[in-house]
């Protein structure tokens, strides 16, 4: 439920000013119903990646980089660890 109150916390806090374009996905879906142009598309989704790169490095810097990330890391056998 805490993505859910994440996702409703960010359509209030931005909706307005962005659409809450907050990731790629919700862009497809706008330029392929014509709701953006290409160039606007473009630029959505290189500040989408850009914002995602800068978050990461606010999480590594705050929890350290061998953190995970919240990923399942594997081993070099294929076993997970």
Known sequence: ???GFVIVAMAY???????????PAVSIAMLIR???????F????????????????????LFGFDFGFG???FSLDGNMV
Not at 34 to 40: C, E, I, P, R
């Open 1 to 3: 439920m805490a993505f």
């Open 13 to 23: 806090s931005i909706g307005t000013v962005s659409g809450c374009h907050i990731n």
């Open 34 to 40: 014509k709701k953006l142009s290409m160039s606007d």
């Open 42 to 61: 473009a630029g959505y989704v290189i500040s989408q990646v850009i914002g995602a790169g800068i978050g990461c490095l606010v999480f590594g810097v």
């Open 71 to 73: 990923q399942t890391r």
